[in-house]
């Protein structure tokens, strides 16, 4: 224990207060750690549904663009027709202190199609509605992921303070109260040895 501590009551009740203080800091803190590693293991579990659902989507989406192909030739002068997509919304919701983004796409759930119906065919149609599919699950893939990175670092920075609270300032808040503890006792015994010489003393004079 470093030899600036002075060993006095007013030490010993800020040392006791600051290390009561350091636990309450360290549960919180775990607390935060085990709240954040829930959140983000709902949204690893959430992002592999999605997952599955897109490689379900491209599937059949692909599968029913074949057919257009087949049915109408190629179709690469249809989907110029398709608009690009600029109706993208960021928000945030708040996990913890932890900003969490919120991706959506604005307007009807519905896709529109953006091409006559004469020269197409209901293949198309339904290539047109996967693939719409697949933006939508798309989105909240990079949403959920985004999520999952940034919960992560939160988790792993909440962990370093964690631990350097347990492993490094706990202790050495416990011993200095243990040092200054021990040394108040010992000047206690000190003082009441000299009162015990100083009595002896008097009473030998009195007699």
Do not use: W
């Given at each position: ?14 040392t006791k207060k600051t290390l009561a203080l350091a636990k309450m ?183």
């Open positions: 224990m470093p030899a600036q501590i002075t060993a006095t009551k007013g030490n010993l009740m800020s800091g360290y549960e919180l803190l775990d607390k935060k750690r085990n709240i954040l590693i829930r959140e983000m293991m709902t949204l690893i579990d959430r992002a592999n549904e999605i997952q599955n659902k897109i490689d379900n989507a491209y599937s059949e989406a692909y599968f029913s663009l074949q057919r257009a192909n087949i049915l109408s030739g190629f179709c690469a002068e249809i989907s110029q027709s398709v608009p690009i997509e600029d109706s993208l919304k960021l928000s945030y919701r708040s996990v913890m202190g932890v900003e969490i983004p919120i991706v959506s796409i604005q307007g009807d759930e519905t896709p529109k199609l953006h091409y006559g119906l004469f020269d197409t065919t209901s293949p198309l149609d339904d290539a047109y509605v996967k693939f719409n599919e697949v933006k939508v699950f798309t989105t909240e893939l990079a949403e959920v992921e985004n999520s999952v990175y940034r919960l992560a670092d939160s988790i792993k920075k909440t962990q370093k303070r964690a631990n350097a609270l347990k492993n490094i300032m706990i202790p050495r808040f416990e011993s200095a109260v243990k040092f200054i503890t021990d040394a108040l006792e010992e000047k206690e015994r000190e003082e009441f040895s000299r009162l015990k010489v100083i009595k002896k003393q008097k009473s030998s004079k009195e007699e």
